[in-house]
């Protein structure tokens, strides 16, 4: 039996909403889906980032700039990805910040923010996509969380109870719509490398962090979370629902960092 990411008919004719599409994972992310037939809806605030990624993809994508922490904007977005591409399958919230600083030094607004983008606009996304995916029958949602929504780390508390909540959110969702044809499972990546926070990983608390703790002894790339990904949103998932896949090299296993 093929994985959907060998097969590039496995998602022949969908279309997939992949948020946060112009950074290092959603990039990765877009290029599974892709291979495996998807059509994209690539969304961010970041335009020029968004012109950029789609520009590999051709027709096969469409751009939307949207700020995620503008709750209409959000609501709107399903129902533009389905005028514009014609259908809308399969969700995948991957947009995310992350505050570093102790309890103590983050603001209000900080703590604001990071769960407006990581946790409310998930959930506001999905609530409008749902309906749509209820009436064509079926639909895959698939939330990016984090090892830190089961493991805490220090200077980090936004972040974490923001994956958590997302954690959360994804058994919600099974339990209520599961039944009417609405699959949504997480991935819970650990370390992942990529353009922007390379430097960070390479040196210094993270890496002995990693070094120490990962019974791999590594970090991921994107390419490593985009394939579970493709996984959770293809035809060989489909009797898996309302579960969090932990891809962090095992660190889970040991619940310390």
Known sequence: ???PQESPDA????????TGAAGGLGRAISRRLHAAGARLALVDRD???LADAAAEFGDDAATFAVDLTDDARTEALPGEVRDRLGTLDILVNNAGVRQIASILDLTPDEWRHTLDVDLTAPFVLSRAAIPGMIEQGRGKIVNIASITGELAFA?????????AGIIMLTKTITLEFAARGIWCNAIGPGVVE????????RSGPMRESIERN??????????EIAG??????GPESDYVNGTTLFVDGGWNSAKTY
């Open 1 to 3: 039996m093929t994985s």
């Open 11 to 18: 998602l022949r004719d969908k279309v997939a909403v992949v």
């Open 47 to 49: 335009e020029a980032g």
């Open 155 to 163: 200077d980090r508390s936004a972040y974490c109870v923001a994956k």
């Open 194 to 201: 990529t353009p922007m926070t390379s430097e960070y990983f």
């Open 214 to 223: 990962a019974p791999m002894k590594r970090w991921a790339q994107p390419e």
């Open 228 to 233: 579970p990904v493709a996984f959770l949103c």
